[in-house]
């Protein structure tokens, strides 16, 4: 395939994210994307334009809480950084993409206790973005609190099968997207963790009873 292919290929998969699919579709076409991003890179597409693929991977894959995916290709995105050389750093909406990678990153490394990986990636970030350096480190992902057994590899392999799982029973069952789904979709994947795979997991709902949801 040539460049024109690529992005082609590229944009009907992004249209697909839009249309807002279940989560399980999602993984499924994150897959497909990921497959796409990897045969571009190997045929030799300009390093910025992997960079900027692979960040775009690595934000969605965060988004939808597939921590292991996300790392994957944020250091999929590292290493194309290294070969941009000063290319990137004046595109805004790629410093921009950058910017937001590392904060997810740090994130994930922290929930994991990695800490010499958090420390090298403080490295990079000191070296690329160095005005930004300090913001980017003590930048913290706010908001609702996690389970910690999101954070655990043991969790992550599983995630898409699991979202597979739930989206095949609460179309069984005949549930739809309307007001109120949350709660039937973490009780859902609250029973099948629980018995298909052992797993302990507590919604959004009871660790942070403060929070309304709908």
């Known amino acids: 395939m040539d460049n024109s292919e690529y992005v082609a290929a590229l944009g009907a998969l992004i249209e697909k994210l839009e249309d807002e699919p279940t989560n399980g579709k999602v993984y499924a076409i994150l897959a497909d994307m990921a497959k796409l ?3 571009a890179a190997e045929d030799g597409c300009a390093a910025v334009d992997a960079l900027e693929m692979y960040l775009y991977l690595g934000s969605n894959y965060y988004s939808y809480g597939h921590y292991l ?3 994957e290709h944020y250091n ?3 290493a ?3 070969q941009c050389g000063d290319s990137a750093a004046d595109d805004e909406d790629l410093q921009e993409a950058l910017e937001e990678g590392f904060v997810n990153m740090l994130d994930i490394y922290k929930n994991m206790g990695k800490k010499k990986e ?3 990636l403080m490295s990079i970030i000191k070296k690329v973005m160095p005005s930004s350096f300090e913001a980017l480190t003590k930048a913290r992902r706010g908001g609702l609190k996690d389970d910690p057994v999101e954070y655990t590899e043991a969790y ?3 995630l898409p099968e699991l979202e597979a799982k739930i989206d095949a029973e609460l179309e069984l069952e005949g549930v739809k997207r309307s007001r109120g789904f949350c709660f039937i979709y973490w009780h859902t994947k609250a029973e ?3 018995r298909d795979y052992d797993i302990e997991w507590k919604s959004p709902r009871v660790l942070n009873p403060d929070v309304r949801f709908d």
């Open 69 to 71: 995916f996300a790392l």
């Open 80 to 82: 194309a950084l290294e």
């Open 76 to 78: 999929k995105a590292m």
């Open 118 to 120: 958090a420390d090298k």
């Open 192 to 194: 099948i963790l629980k």
């Open 156 to 158: 992550m392999e599983i």
């Open 37 to 39: 991003v990897n045969a």
